[in-house]
């Protein structure tokens, strides 16, 4: 019963390295996204992939990379961080079809830390 | 582009009262689903409710409950008899063809002993 799974759950970086967070779902979804929800705001869309081998920007895709390596896993990406991008990342997935709503499922999100 | 509004940042109750949290959206489509999302403490994003726009009657699980307003554009929670395990952060969402999922500023929903 994993639904989405999202490594690792808490990170600290130094301004200036990189690092990649996973996601993985086991659904056989076909769309997949990242999310980013400050204090106190509400989740904001940094990128999404409607299907394997596509990726797309959301609101605020400054300072990210995405890949959708297979059906399952979608990776993102800060090459460089900064202190600005402090925040809870969510990895999500959806079901396509009128019947079964549109749903979006998400994992339990990642507690990133920039100093 | 797709905006969902939700402008009761804070709402308090006390507990078995009913609430109802306001939303309204704004969206050029004619077929899109909207949705409740409760983030408890835990900040776990949690499905409370979702509403196909393209059906009249407004969605019911259990003790929580939708008014779709569609030419209004108005899409609310109630919240009959509140608990204290209700208590969380709440986010209405919008989702259409182009398949991102919009949300709201959230409504913090303290429910009092």
């Known amino acids: 019963n994993a639904g989405v799974t999202q490594t690792p759950k808490f990170q600290v970086l130094k301004t200036g390295q990189s690092m990649t967070l996973?996601?993985?779902?086991?659904?056989?979804?076909?769309?997949?996204?990242w999310y980013r929800q400050d204090p106190g705001m509400g989740l904001r869309l940094i990128y999404y992939s409607a299907s394997e081998g596509t990726t797309d920007k959301g609101e605020v895709p400054n300072g990210y990379n995405v890949s959708r390596l297979n059906k399952r896993e979608f990776s993102l990406?800060?090459?460089?961080?900064?202190?600005?991008?402090?925040?809870v990342y969510f990895c999500a997935s959806k079901v396509r079809g009128?019947?079964?709503?549109?749903?979006?499922?998400?994992?339990e999100g990642s507690w990133l830390t920039v100093v | 582009a797709q905006t969902v509004t939700q402008s009761q940042p804070e709402m308090s109750v006390?507990?078995?009262?009913?609430?109802?949290?306001?939303?309204?959206?704004?969206?050029s489509e004619n077929n899109y689903y909207l949705f409740w999302y409760k983030q408890?403490?835990?900040?776990q994003m949690i499905l409370v409710?979702?509403?196909?726009?393209?059906?009249?009657?407004n969605a019911t699980e259990n003790r929580f409950s939708v008014n779709f307003q569609k030419a209004a554009k108005s899409f609310s929670l109630k919240i009959s008899d509140s608990q204290l395990g209700d208590t969380a952060m709440?986010?209405?969402?919008?989702?259409?063809?182009?398949?991102?999922?919009?949300?709201?500023?959230?409504?913090?929903?303290?429910?009092?002993?």
């Open chain 1, 22 to 33: 996973q996601c993985a779902q086991d659904m056989n979804h076909n769309s997949m996204y």
């Open chain 1, 77 to 87: 990406r800060l090459e460089s961080a900064a202190p600005s991008q402090t925040s």
């Open chain 1, 98 to 107: 009128r019947a079964l709503g549109n749903t979006i499922y998400f994992g």
């Open chain 2, 14 to 27: 006390q507990e078995a009262e009913t609430v109802t949290l306001s939303c309204t959206y704004d969206t």
């Open chain 2, 40 to 43: 408890p403490p835990s900040r």
């Open chain 2, 49 to 57: 409710i979702r509403q196909e726009a393209y059906k009249q009657q």
């Open chain 2, 90 to 113: 709440y986010f209405c969402a919008l989702i259409q063809g182009a398949q991102k999922l919009v949300f709201g500023q959230g409504t913090r929903l303290t429910i009092n002993p």
